[in-house]
T-cell receptor, first 110, second 113 residues
Framework: AQSVSQHNHHVILSEAASLELGCNYS??????LFWYVQYPGQHLQLLLK??????LVKGIKGFEAEFIKSKFSFNLRKPSVQWSDTAEYFCAVDDYKLSFGAGTTVTVRA | NAGVTQTPKFQVLKTGQSMTLQCAQD?????MSWYRQDPGMGLRLIHY???????DQGEVPNGYNVSRSTTEDFPLRLLSAAPSQTSVYFC????????????FGPGTRLTVT
């Protein structure tokens, strides 16, 4: 199974700042890539996914992610965060089994 | 639709006790799975099922049993609880395994003393 690395354990931002969360996986081949988000007190839910095609994918709430095959990376971005983006974010990679990264806690200060 | 439901939400066990965490889904999904979430380790797959009557081990199966007698239900059994099993447990379902979105339940927070 894949090993998934998320580079930041905890990110603290002010509102309107830009956000980028790194995600790398361990080896190539055909993979499906996901970002999930867990808002405080809520279920994990899908933020966006990449299966094939355009490597820049857009998700809910203004998030986007870029798949760079040569770097085995799938980084998440948002140009301007809001207080409501405070959550834990998980990158996940699916080749034959779904593997999650350790998660990044994002705290947005008003 | 209720989606994926889990009971109980919280549980405290003593070492050596056994219990079953319940998971049910009403979306007619074939694929169901159990994860545990520990600080700094993300979600790790315990067991999964690709359909009724079929289960398989994930990354961390030791100390846990599962069965899948119906499409809807996928209970997780702790055979003899240990402090190392203190964690948050999530059940998930999806229409198929590889490549499809997982729908998660609200989680069960388990403490083993």
């Amino acid at each position: 199974a894949q090993s998934v690395s998320q580079h930041n354990h905890h990110v603290i931002l002010s509102e309107a700042a830009s956000l980028e969360l790194g995600c790398n996986y361990s080896y190539g081949g055909t993979v499906n890539l996901f970002w999930y988000v867990q808002y405080p007190g809520q279920h994990l839910q899908l933020l966006l996914k990449y299966f094939s095609g355009d490597p820049l994918v857009k998700g809910i709430k203004g998030f986007e992610a870029e798949f760079i095959k040569s770097k085995f990376s799938f980084n998440l971005r948002k140009p301007s965060v809001q207080w409501s983006d405070t959550a834990e974010y998980f990158c996940a990679v699916d080749d034959y089994k779904l593997s999650f990264g350790a998660g990044t806690t994002v705290t947005v200060r008003a | 639709n209720a989606g994926v439901t889990q009971t109980p939400k919280f549980q405290v066990l003593k070492t050596g006790q056994s219990m079953t965490l319940q998971c049910a889904q009403d979306m007619n999904h074939e694929y169901m799975s159990w994860y545990r979430q520990d600080p700094g380790m993300g979600l790790r797959l315990i067991h999964y099922s690709v359909g009724a009557g079929i289960t398989d081990q994930g990354e961390v199966p030791n100390g846990y049993n599962v069965s899948r007698s119906t499409t809807e239900d996928f209970p997780l059994r702790l055979l003899s609880a240990a402090p190392s099993q203190t964690s948050v447990y999530f059940c998930a379902s999806s229409p198929s395994g590889q490549g499809s979105e997982q729908y998660f339940g609200p989680g069960t927070r388990l403490t083993v003393t």
